[in-house]
């Protein structure tokens, strides 16, 4: 069993950053790949970014790309994302997941079946 516990979000201006941080359990966490998705009111669940379980990998929505970095610190069982430049478009819940095959993958997956584990979320809200 892995619980995965989110934390970092807020309310920001545009333009402005944020760090949302995942902490997880279990003891395999430097095998697993690990991503960030988000969902907007009214909207389907969508991918942001995911981070091979080496750290070596990163794969980025195109929405994203050049703003949001996705980084890992194995020795504290933990994901980040740092959100720069931020947009109201990027309004959502942010959920971080654990795909526990991830030492099979080169490349961390980005869909949203391919994940075994996810958070509770984190409410990232970005006023213009």
């Known amino acids: 069993q892995v619980q995965l516990v989110e934390s970092g979000g807020g309310l920001v201006q545009a333009g402005g950053s944020l760090r949302l941080c995942c902490a997880a359990?279990?003891?395999?966490?430097?095998?697993?790949?690990m991503g960030w998705f988000r969902q907007a009111p009214g909207k389907e669940r969508e991918f942001v970014a995911a981070?091979?379980?080496?750290?070596?990998?990163?794969v980025y929505a195109d929405s994203v790309k050049g703003r949001f970095t996705i980084s890992r610190d194995n020795v504290k069982k933990t994901v980040y994302l740092q959100m720069n430049s931020l947009k109201a478009e990027d309004t959502a819940v942010y959920y971080c997941?654990?795909?526990?095959?991830?030492?099979?993958?080169?490349?961390?997956?980005?869909?949203?079946?391919?994940?075994?584990?996810w958070g509770q979320g984190t409410q990232v809200t970005v006023s213009s």
């Open positions: 359990s279990g003891r395999t966490f430097s095998t697993y790949a």
């Open positions: 997941a654990a795909d526990l095959e991830g030492r099979f993958h080169t490349t961390p997956p980005s869909r949203f079946n391919e994940y075994d584990y």
């Open positions: 981070i091979s379980w080496s750290g070596g990998s990163t």
